[in-house]
């Protein structure tokens, strides 16, 4: 099993800063099946990004995502107010799935 | 537009069974693999179970295994999860999600219920 590992466990920002969260795998994630959700208090998960770098449709180009192997990252390029909200990385591909432990973005 | 509505959740007593449903509309039902994920309120998403696009495949995490069984109705577009044994550990907001690549299993998940709260609790 592929553990996730988020970091920092929160992220205190401005609007119009940038994000940089962090996802560290345990072992290579195999063709990059890594994934980012945006997750909003009562709310289901939404896909960001797949493939570690593609967003998905109708997803701002403020949000990127890079990485390969062990490491990748969600950057948020500047936030915006809606932007606040938790993020889940999740590799998938392989079983079983698995998802990091989150990392909360709130405003400074 | 994809529509994922779970319904079933309740409180259930330890030992006890509860079945979820999640109704699907807004694509073809039968060419894509579901999910089911579930999150402690405030807590990480934990992967509980998929089947595959015909219901011939199914895999468990190892927390739920022999306990609970997916499958799903293609005539009726549907998706379920029956749970037995249930334990305190999982009380838990289950969601159903739609894999975003038909045909396949195990891709990333482009659409989500809004979920439906299980509280196992004597």
């Known amino acids: 099993e592929i553990v996730l590992t988020q970091s920092p466990g929160t992220l205190s920002l401005s609007p119009g800063e940038r994000a940089t969260l962090s996802c560290r795998a345990s072992?290579?994630?195999?063709?990059?099946?890594l994934a980012w959700y945006q997750q909003k208090p009562g709310q289901a998960p939404r896909l960001l990004i797949y493939?570690?770098?593609s967003r998905a449709t109708g997803i701002p180009d403020r949000f990127s995502g890079s990485g390969s192997g062990t490491d990748f990252t969600l950057t948020i390029s500047r936030l915006e107010p809606e932007d606040f909200a938790v993020y889940h990385c999740?590799?998938?591909?392989?079983?079983?799935?698995?998802f990091g432990q989150g990392t909360k973005v709130d405003i400074k | 537009e994809v529509h994922l509505v779970e319904s079933g959740g309740a409180v259930g007593q330890p030992g006890g069974s509860l079945r979820l449903s999640c109704a699907a509309s807004?694509?073809?039902?039968?060419?894509?693999?579901m999910q089911w994920v579930r999150q402690v309120p405030g807590k990480g998403l934990e992967w509980v179970s998929l089947?595959?696009?015909?219901?011939?495949?199914?895999y468990y995490a190892d927390s739920v295994k022999g306990r609970f069984t997916v499958s799903r109705d293609n005539s009726k577009n549907t998706l379920y999860l029956q749970m037995h044994s249930l334990r305190i550990e999982d009380t838990a907001v289950y969601y159903c999600?739609?894999?975003?690549?038909?045909?396949?299993?195990?891709?990333?998940?482009?659409?989500w219920g809004q979920g439906t709260l299980v509280t196992v609790s004597s």
């Open positions: 999600a739609k894999e975003a690549v038909g045909w396949q299993w195990l891709f990333h998940l482009d659409s």
């Open positions: 807004g694509f073809i039902f039968d060419d894509y693999s």
């Open positions: 089947i595959s696009w015909d219901g011939s495949s199914a």
């Open positions: 072992q290579s994630v195999s063709s990059n099946y």
């Open positions: 493939g570690a770098s």
């Open positions: 999740h590799h998938y591909g392989g079983s079983p799935p698995t």
